[in-house]
Structure formats: structure tokens, C-alpha cells
């Protein structure tokens, strides 16, 4: 089977499930306190950023701190307890299909899922910057360019973590610990953005990208240039060696 049909069938598969609700659920609470605290971007304490832009970064940062990473941890249980429960990860195992690509073809998914949210981000950002422009009379709304490339940026910088993750729910089967090993790492990403080593943290990689535009947008309150190196070879390095693993782990304890 091809690798493209394969990540159709695993489409098809939570089409009727309730997992983009839970996709949406995070970003619906994110927004409605950026909405109803609008006023408060205009008492910037000496910071010298402009409130659209603070209004903007204030509302992602919960995002890539917590409810990016929660999301990804809980899709990759869901995609991996799915075949678990019912024993479908038995059937396909039983069928001509080359593991590894039915492993990358549940990955993909996992990337596409989180694509779906950060659209659903963008979206939301949208009627809650013009729900609070037509609330404070100021306008909240930023360049589509601007928003859409910052968002992309985070959303690349999550594919390293997602492959973490990935290869956490396949190592670990059991769902509570899965769950509880993911939440736990997503904790120290607040002190690793600030230590010379944040590169080999994956789980720190949306946020440390925020906060770099939050440099940008307000002039010394953080670094303003993105390391690309060591960054980028060990992000690249991190997730091949995750999805390895969770290749040749795939369906290890089905096969026993």
C-alpha cells in the first residue's frame, strides 16, 4: 500500500471521532480572556511594544507554552489507544504493509492535526482581535503576512516535539503514564528558553520562537536573532532519531 493511502485510511479512520473538538476546545479558551482583558495591553508598564502586538503575543503564549504541547500529547495517545482498544493495530499488522510507513503514516497525521490548530488559531485571533477592536475602539488586528509567518514558525518548531511525543506513546503503552511523562515535560520549556542549551529541548522550541518575536516587537526584553546553529542540525537530529525509534517500535509488542 502506498505511503498516501495509508495516511487517507488513518484519516478516515478519526473522521467521525471527536478529537478536532478537543483541537478547538484549547483555542476557544485562550482567546476569550485576550478578549475580555483588552484593556489591559494599553498598561504596558514601560515596555515598549505597541498593544496589537502584545495583544498578538499574549494570547500565543499560553498557546505554544502548554496548550500546543497538551494538544500533541493528547492526539498521539488517541491515535495510538484507537488501534490499541479495538485491535486494529493487530489487523494492519496482519496485512502486507511495511510498518514503518504505516508508523510515518500515523505521524503525518499527528503534523496535520496540529496544522489544523494553528488555522484554527489564526481564525480565532482574528474575531478576538476584531471583537476587541470594536470593544476598546483601537485597532488590535495585525498584517495577515505577519501573523501567518510567526504562526508557521511555531508550527515548524513543533514537528521536533510532536516526533518526542510520538515516540513516547509508542514506547509507553500504558495511557496515564503517556499522558503524565508528556505534561511533565512541558513544564521546565519556562526555564529552558533561558539557559544556553534551550537547542536540545525540544519541548521548548514554540516557545523560545515567541519569545523571540516578543524581542522584536518590544525592543530588550529578549534576544532578537533565532541561533540557527546548533539549533537547526540538532531539531533535524532529534526528530530522525525520535521517529527511528518509534519506526522500529511500532507494533513490537503486537508482533510478540
Not at 505554544?64 to 488501534?83: D, K, R
Not at 477592536?133 to 510532536?162: H, K
Not at 516526533?163 to 506513546?169: D, E, K, L, P, R
Request: net charge positive; charged share 10%.
Amino acid at each position: 500500500m502506498k505511503f498516501f493511502s495509508l495516511v487517507g485510511v488513518e484519516l478516515n479512520k478519526i473522521r467521525r471521532s471527536k478529537i478536532l473538538l478537543i483541537l478547538f476546545a484549547p483555542v476557544i479558551l485562550m482567546w476569550i480572556p485576550c478578549v475580555i482583558n483588552a484593556g489591559m495591553n494599553f498598561d504596558l508598564r514601560e515596555i515598549p511594544i505597541t498593544p496589537q502586538n502584545n495583544f498578538f503575543i499574549q494570547g500565543f503564549m499560553g498557546m505554544v507554552w502548554f496548550m500546543i504541547p497538551a494538544s500533541l500529547i493528547i492526539c498521539t495517545v488517541l491515535l495510538t489507544q484507537t488501534e490499541r482498544s479495538n485491535k486494529g493495530i493487530l489487523k494492519m499488522l496482519s496485512l502486507p504493509v511495511d510498518t514503518t510507513k504505516l508508523c510515518l503514516a500515523k505521524f503525518t497525521v499527528l503534523i496535520l492535526l496540529s496544522l489544523i490548530q494553528m488555522a484554527m488559531t489564526v481564525g480565532t485571533y482574528y474575531i478576538s482581535a476584531a471583537i476587541a477592536s470594536q470593544l476598546q475602539d483601537y485597532n488590535f488586528i495585525l498584517e495577515p503576512l505577519y501573523v501567518c509567518r510567526n504562526v508557521l514558525g511555531i508550527y515548524a518548531g513543533a514537528i521536533p516535539m510532536a516526533a518526542v511525543f510520538w515516540m513516547i506513546s509508542i514506547l509507553i503503552h500504558t495511557p496515564i503514564f503517556s499522558v503524565g511523562i508528556g505534561l511533565a515535560s512541558i513544564v521546565p520549556s519556562v526555564f529552558m528558553i533561558n539557559t544556553k542549551i534551550w537547542f536540545v529541548y525540544p519541548m521548548s522550541y514554540p516557545f523560545y520562537l515567541l519569545m523571540v518575536e516578543y524581542g522584536k516587537a518590544a525592543e530588550g526584553v529578549y534576544e532578537t536573532q533565532v541561533a540557527w546553529l546548533p539549533w537547526l542540525p540538532v531539531a533535524v537530529g532529534i526528530t530522525v532519531i525520535a521517529l527511528m525509534v518509534s519506526c522500529i517500535r511500532f507494533g513490537a509488542a503486537e508482533r510478540r
